[in-house]
Each structure stands twice: as C-alpha cells, then as structure tokens.
T-cell receptor
Framework: GDSVTQMQGQVTLSEDDFLFINCTYS??????LFWYVQYPGEGPQLLLK?????NKGISRGFEATYDKRTTSFHLQKASVQESDSAVYYC???????????FGLGTTLQVQP | EAAVTQSPRNKVAVTGGKVTLSCNQT?????MYWYRQDTGHGLRLIHY???????EKGDIPDGYKASRPSQENFSLILELATPSQTSVYFC???????????FGPGTRLTVL
C-alpha cells in the first residue's frame, strides 16, 4: 500500500543554520506531496505542495522538491529562525483515494 | 475567523463512558476527516466522510463511530471509552481528492 517514511525524528539547529529534512514515499499512483507544519497547541497547516517531480515548491522561505527516480522528497531552508521551531510532516496524497498519508514528523528546535 | 472548530477542546472521561467529539467547518468542503495524534505514531486517520450522510472507515476505526448529519458538522463517537483512546484528536476538511486539508485546533481527550 501507499506509505511515507520520515526518518529524522528530531533536529536541533542554531539560528541561520541550513535545514534539510528528507522523506521517502511508496505508491503505485501518481503522487502529490505535501509538507505540513504544526506549531505547539495548534493543528497542522499546509506549508508546501508539490505536484510535479523535480519542480520546486516555495513558501515562507522553505523549498521542497521530489525525485521520482529515488521516490524521495525533501524540505529545505537556507537560514532557519527560532520561530521555525515546530513539527514538520511529509505527507503523501494519491489519486486513488481522498486520504492523505502522514509521516511520523520531524521536530525542529532552533536555538537562538 | 477559524474555519474548522472543535468542541470540547479538553475532555476527561471515565472508562466505559460515551464520548462525543464535535467538529464544525465553514469552508463548505465536501470531505471531512478525524485523526488522532500520538507520540511515535504521528497522525492516523480514524474515519472520514465525502458529504452529508456518508462515513467511511479510515486506517484505525475500531472503537470509534462517526456521524455526518450535515455539510458543516462531523462527529466522532466513542461508545465505550477506554484508556487506550487517550489522545489528541484533530478534525479536518478538504475540498476534493488529496487536496489540502484544513485542520481544527484539536481536542485533548483523557480516559481514566
């Protein structure tokens, strides 16, 4: 079945560091890939959506792309700020269901 | 103005009791979803709905029922609550297949 693997459970960085989070996915359908962000005490919210392999999604200084050959997709930001501290989920949507499949999440802590 | 609201925000229930969690959306979306969030498991889909009168089982439906009496409202029902159902529950709405989902603020349920 469809699945998403998000290996990095926790990432700790200092302000202005480079962020890179990677996921892998598995599906027999054409994928749509998302990054959601969840701040403390809130529900997840959409950060980025990528519908085409090797195309870049950009939002709030974050960039995301996915590679169909390696079935991987990643999130990056050139310079993180303390306000970016949150949980980041990679999420798979497929054409055969109305469901989204969430990875386990990566907790990003940015130290001032 | 919040488009997806949940009530109650916090709930303490006794084992064997009945619990109803409510969700209201003003997005006029056809699809609505109930998830639970637990450490080490991320977000898991319990039930979802394509529209008023419809409910579908998600990935972990055992012990839960759902009800969609109208476009705007979607309830999650625990007929016989158990301590293993202690969790944070999120409701979400979405417009069409694997599109962006909009989440509510969550309900923290504790079953003693």
């Amino acid at each position: 079945g469809d699945s998403v693997t998000q290996m990095q459970g926790q990432v700790t960085l200092s302000e202005d560091d480079f962020l890179f989070i990677n996921c892998t996915y598995s599906t027999t359908w054409y994928p749509t890939l998302f990054w959601y962000v969840q701040y403390p005490g809130e529900g997840p919210q959409l950060l980025l959506k990528v519908t085409t392999a090797n195309n870049k999604g950009i939002s709030r200084g974050f960039e995301a792309t996915y590679d169909k050959r390696t079935t991987s997709f990643h999130l990056q930001k050139a310079s993180v700020q303390e306000s970016d501290s949150a949980v980041y989920y990679c999420v798979l949507g497929t054409g055969n269901t109305r469901k989204l499949i969430f990875g386990l999440g990566t907790t990003l802590q940015v130290q001032p | 103005e919040a488009a997806v609201t949940q009530s109650p925000r916090n709930k303490v229930a006794v084992t064997g009791g009945k619990v109803t969690l409510s969700c209201n959306q003003t997005n006029n979306h056809n699809n609505m979803y109930w998830y639970r969030q637990d450490t080490g498991h991320g977000l898991r889909l319990i039930h979802y709905s394509y529209g008023a009168g419809s409910t579908e089982k998600g990935d972990i439906p055992d012990g839960y029922k759902a009800s969609r009496p109208s476009q705007e409202n979607f309830s999650l029902i625990l007929e016989l609550a158990t301590p293993s159902q202690t969790s944070v529950y999120f409701c979400a709405s979405g417009e069409y297949n694997y599109a962006e989902q909009f989440f509510g603020p969550g309900t923290r349920l504790t079953v003693l």
